[in-house]
């Protein structure tokens, strides 16, 4: 495939991975991230992939604002920032006026590709279901602690089919296997179910995923809650099987000691992403007539535990 020009938003553990693995191809890589420290270490140092995978390479330009971009010709942006961020993303590549771009969710969540659409042609706009995640143990410096591929991208609008396709040939080429999916919400709402039976209960009790699995009690609630998510998944059309759910629970027992993303960022005092996990999730479920009332009442308790930390820390709430 012939080289692109690529801007990836987010130098987090996702975006960073992806960036050496296009530098290291040889396409050309922006790398947009407003943590200074961050792009100052991969600014001088290059970026070093351990872990699962060593891999080490220098991107071509850092910055740290979307609209230092502004009159580069762009062939596809990869949005690899917080979901919580994508509508103040969204707007800022929009002011950009790029044309014959690719937008690349490449996120966890929900309607992610949606929130994109608004501000895009929808014949541009795609989705990726990323499966693997990673830790920055020091700026430039990320630990790929698993991947489970493949990924899957896929467009949201039939136009978008064969631009698609060629963008997971492109991430196939670079080393990071992904798979055409023709119906890419499929695949999203199966990784969304899996992050967000484990996640609200994790923020709730400060517990590791493992410890949650590992507690009769709690690992009850995360089976009412996967009962419940794929009850709604499959009036949305998304039917995985009689055994998804007892594959799930076996697969998320085996869930490493550490925690998950959403209480980390709960305890850093960040956004949380819950709006495209669990929240959206709710949405849907009341939508068809679904209570999930163990996912109402988790989303009512993180709400006001985010009340309770963001007066603490003299920031306004986070609406949850």
Request: charged share 25%; proline share 4%.
């Amino acid at each position: 495939m012939n080289k692109q020009r690529i801007a990836v938003i987010g130098a987090g553990p996702v975006g960073s991975i992806l960036s050496a693995h296009l530098s290291n191809a040889e396409h050309e890589v922006h790398l947009v991230e407003v943590q200074t420290h961050l792009m100052e270490a991969i600014k001088e140092q290059g970026l070093q992939i351990v872990g699962i995978e060593e891999l080490y390479a220098r991107v071509d330009e850092t910055y740290h604002e979307i609209e230092a971009l502004k009159g580069i010709p762009i062939d596809t942006v990869f949005i690899c920032s917080k979901a919580i961020d994508l509508p103040a993303v969204s707007r800022s590549l929009e002011e950009l006026g790029l044309t014959d771009t690719n937008f690349v969710s490449y996120q966890n969540g929900i309607d992610n590709e949606q929130v994109l659409a608004k501000h895009f042609p929808k014949e541009r706009v795609f989705r990726t279901v990323v499966n693997y995640a990673g830790m920055i143990t020091r700026p430039g410096v990320v630990r790929m602690t698993f991947f489970h591929p493949p990924n899957h991208i896929g467009q949201i609008v039939p136009d978008g089919v064969d631009r698609a396709k060629e963008l997971a040939q492109m991430m196939n080429e670079v080393g990071i296997e992904t798979r055409y999916a023709e119906c890419v919400q499929k695949e999203a709402w199966r990784k969304s179910i899996l992050n967000s039976v484990l996640m609200p209960v994790s923020v709730t009790t400060r517990l590791t995923m493992a410890r949650i699995m590992e507690t009769p009690s709690l690992s009850a609630i995360v089976k009412a809650l996967m009962k419940d998510f794929v009850e709604v998944a499959r009036c949305e059309g998304y039917d995985y099987g009689p055994d998804f759910e007892k594959n799930a629970i076996e697969y998320l027992a085996t869930a490493g000691d550490h925690k998950p993303s959403m209480l980390m960022d709960f305890e850093a005092g960040r956004p949380l992403e819950i709006d495209y996990l669990n929240n959206k999730i709710q949405e849907y479920a009341e939508k068809h007539g679904i209570t999930c009332a163990y996912n109402k009442l988790l989303c009512s308790v993180i709400h006001g535990l985010l009340i309770d930390r963001d007066v603490v820390n003299g920031k306004h709430a986070n609406a949850a």
